[in-house]
């Protein structure tokens, strides 16, 4: 089974993976664009950002387009797109290639700024290959030339890119951001006592402030980033944050209205810790490269069905996951599983850049149990419901409730048992793995008994409302009925869950109320 990793692990290897790599402040996607859907032309239009692109011999990408809207250059022919004069310079830039019709035949493109040579990328699979150039570090006005050189034909989508500016004026040192709870702390290093702006975004299209305006708490860049800071201070404290989210931070000095080259950082506000009994992390499945019907068995187990679903491909949240179809019939879900469901949580993410926004609809018996927020970036979003409380068998669906594509992973509930226990009662009756647990409310030494044909290893778990579990035993169980007890004269007077587990057949798994005295 794959491996679980905390919610800040996870985090932080999305951030590496895509933030650094990924974070673009400006995005050619061709969509305001048009191209003949059959022939080879030439011609121009305007893109986003209104600039302006030329091009030779190209059509649309059509049956082979990466993300929507793309242009394919003709092969043989010196066929390439053509920006007109672009401002702000270029840092490093990102393309998205792939093959146009398939054959065994390598492809290459070469990238061309300001009329100058700067990089190849050469090919030769049927995948998106993703063309990568770092350090081109020109300021000022530049061009963007795109040249297949090649025999055959190369479709070109999402042509990315940070700007570049040589800057008068010093940046801070020494930025750092710390979570702490659900606030970040901010600090950096101003023996100048200069005039600095922190703004701050949660997805990862970053812009930077405009020399010549001038900008106010609560104003916003280009792309939704906001000021959340403007001072002369070393510190800032930015409270009332969502719990698992990524937040991405970047500072400025400001001189008459001239603003230093940034410095970025960023926070992952820690998740609530809870308690989950099953989680679907698709490490079983065997889903194609293709949107498909069909089924297997998952954790745990658990029968999956899909409709309309393939794997994670190149957008992956924790290693095996899938894809639903951008179509409101794309949706996954289970045969009959045992234990009712409480809590539900899952780990959703844009599959593919193009615009849109995400979202997901959650089914227990058929009945509707919330929507997932919308979505439209590409950041790993956590959705979760809690008290569904629906109790005995019953089935699961997630369903697209979109008509883009969403990747969906780590699929976690929590069992749902109706037990004997309320603030007065005496023993705790947990029916479907056969232990009781008394007396309850307990001091110092809690006994349990075992009804149950299983022989194995039971672990027993105490944890406080907040998730920090504060007790673990261990039970091998090896006849019929068996008793024992825990000693917990460590443990403060609260309300706290006991939870049971058999790994052998989590089926068997429960979490009871327990009241200590």
């Given at each position: 089974?794959?491996?679980?990793?905390?919610?800040?692990?996870?985090?932080t290897?999305?951030?590496?993976?895509?933030?650094?790599?990924q974070?673009?402040?400006?995005?050619?996607?061709?969509?305001?664009?048009?191209?003949?859907?059959?022939?080879?032309?030439?011609?121009?239009?305007?893109?986003?950002?209104?600039?302006k692109?030329?091009?030779?011999?190209?059509?649309a990408?059509?049956?082979?387009?990466?993300?929507?809207?793309?242009?394919?250059?003709?092969?043989?022919?010196?066929?390439?797109?053509?920006?007109?004069?672009?401002?702000?310079?270029?840092?490093?830039?990102?393309?998205?290639?792939?093959?146009g019709?398939?054959?065994?035949?390598?492809?290459?493109?070469?990238l061309?700024?300001?009329?100058?040579?700067?990089?190849?990328?050469?090919?030769?699979?049927?995948?998106?290959?993703?063309?990568?150039?770092?350090?081109?570090?020109?300021?000022?006005?530049?061009?963007?030339?795109?040249?297949?050189?090649?025999d055959?034909?190369?479709?070109?989508d999402?042509?990315?890119?940070?700007?570049?500016?040589?800057?008068?004026?010093?940046?801070?040192?020494?930025?750092?951001?710390?979570?702490?709870?659900?606030?970040?702390?901010?600090?950096?290093?101003?023996?100048?006592?200069?005039?600095?702006?922190?703004?701050?975004?949660?997805?990862?299209?970053?812009?930077?402030?405009?020399?010549?305006?001038?900008?106010?708490?609560?104003?916003?860049?280009?792309?939704?980033?906001?000021?959340?800071?403007?001072?002369?201070?070393?510190?800032?404290?930015?409270?009332?944050?969502?719990?698992?989210?990524?937040?991405?931070?970047?500072?400025?000095t400001?001189?008459?209205?001239?603003?230093?080259?940034?410095?970025?950082?960023?926070?992952?506000?820690?998740?609530?810790?809870?308690?989950?009994?099953?989680?679907?992390?698709?490490?079983?499945?065997?889903?194609?490269?293709?949107?498909?019907?069909?089924?297997?068995?998952?954790?745990?187990?658990?029968?999956?069905?899909?409709?309309?679903?393939?794997?994670?491909?190149?957008?992956?949240?924790?290693?095996?996951g899938?894809?639903?179809?951008?179509?409101?019939?794309?949706?996954?879900?289970?045969?009959?599983?045992?234990?009712?469901?409480?809590?539900?949580?899952?780990?959703?993410?844009?599959?593919?850049?193009?615009?849109?926004?995400?979202?997901?609809?959650?089914?227990?018996?058929?009945?509707?149990?919330?929507?997932?927020?919308?979505?439209?970036?590409?950041?790993?979003?956590?959705?979760?419901?809690?008290?569904?409380?629906?109790?005995?068998?019953?089935?699961?669906?997630?369903?697209?409730?979109?008509?883009?594509?969403?990747?969906?992973?780590?699929?976690?509930?929590?069992n749902?048992?109706?037990?004997?226990?309320?603030?007065?009662?005496?023993?705790?009756?947990?029916?479907?793995?056969?232990?009781?647990?008394?007396?309850?409310?307990v001091?110092?030494?809690?006994?349990?008994?075992?009804?149950?044909?299983?022989?194995?290893?039971?672990?027993?778990?105490?944890?406080k409302?907040?998730?920090?579990?504060?007790?673990?035993?261990?039970?091998?169980?090896?006849?019929?009925?068996?008793?024992?007890?825990?000693?917990?004269?460590?443990?403060?007077?609260?309300?706290?869950?006991?939870?049971?587990?058999?790994?052998?057949?989590?089926?068997?798994?429960?979490?009871?109320?327990?009241?200590?005295?």
């Open positions: 089974m794959k491996k679980k990793i905390t919610t800040l692990f996870l985090f290897i999305l951030f590496n993976n895509l933030l650094f790599s974070v673009w402040e400006h995005v050619e996607t061709f969509s305001n664009m048009t191209f003949d859907p059959s022939y080879y032309k030439t011609g121009g239009g305007v893109g986003d950002n209104n600039i692109w030329n091009y030779k011999i190209a059509k990408s059509g049956d082979f387009s990466i993300n929507g809207n793309g242009i394919m250059l003709r092969g043989e022919y010196c066929s390439y797109v053509f920006s007109q004069i672009i401002n702000g310079g270029v840092k490093n830039m990102q393309i998205s290639l792939k093959k019709f398939a054959n065994d035949s390598i492809r290459k493109i070469d061309y700024i300001n009329e100058k040579y700067i990089k190849s990328a050469s090919f030769n699979n049927n995948d998106v290959e993703t063309f990568y150039i770092d350090n081109i570090n020109i300021a000022g006005d530049f061009t963007i030339r795109l040249f297949n050189s090649s055959y034909q190369v479709v070109i999402d042509i990315s890119w940070n700007s570049y500016s040589v800057s008068n004026v010093q940046s801070i040192n020494n930025f750092q951001a710390l979570a702490v709870g659900n606030s970040a702390n901010i600090t950096w290093l101003n023996t100048n006592n200069d005039s600095v702006i922190i703004a701050c975004h949660n997805i990862n299209y970053f812009t930077n402030p405009v020399n010549g305006q001038t900008y106010n708490v609560g104003s916003s860049f280009s792309g939704g980033s906001k000021v959340v800071y403007i001072g002369t201070s070393n510190s800032y404290t930015h409270a009332e944050l969502q719990d698992s989210t990524m937040y991405i931070y970047k500072i400025w400001i001189k008459n209205k001239e603003y230093s080259d940034p410095l970025m950082n960023f926070i992952i506000t820690p998740e609530n810790k809870e308690i989950y009994n099953y989680t679907e992390t698709f490490s079983k499945a065997s889903l194609s490269s293709g949107y498909t019907d069909g089924n297997y068995i998952g954790d745990n187990n658990v029968k999956w069905n899909f409709v309309k679903t393939k794997n994670e491909d190149y957008y992956a949240i924790n290693g095996k899938a894809i639903l179809k951008g179509d409101l019939g794309s949706y996954i879900s289970t045969d009959m599983i045992g234990n009712g469901i409480s809590n539900f949580k899952i780990y959703l993410r844009k599959a593919f850049t193009g615009n849109g926004s995400r979202q997901v609809e959650v089914f227990v018996n058929e009945e509707s149990k919330g929507m997932s927020p919308l979505f439209d970036d590409t950041l790993v979003h956590i959705f979760k419901i809690d008290s569904i409380n629906a109790k005995g068998g019953v089935n699961l669906r997630i369903q697209n409730a979109s008509i883009k594509q969403v990747v969906i992973d780590n699929i976690k509930w929590s749902y048992v109706i037990s004997s226990i309320d603030n007065k009662t005496d023993v705790i009756t947990n029916n479907n793995n056969g232990f009781e647990f008394y007396p309850n409310p001091k110092d030494i809690l006994n349990y008994s075992i009804a149950n044909d299983e022989n194995g290893i039971f672990v027993i778990e105490i944890f409302s907040s998730g920090e579990k504060v007790k673990e035993n261990y039970i091998n169980k090896y006849t019929f009925l068996q008793a024992g007890n825990i000693n917990i004269t460590a443990i403060a007077k609260g309300i706290y869950f006991i939870k049971v587990s058999y790994p052998k057949n989590p089926q068997l798994n429960s979490i009871s109320k327990l009241i200590i005295e």
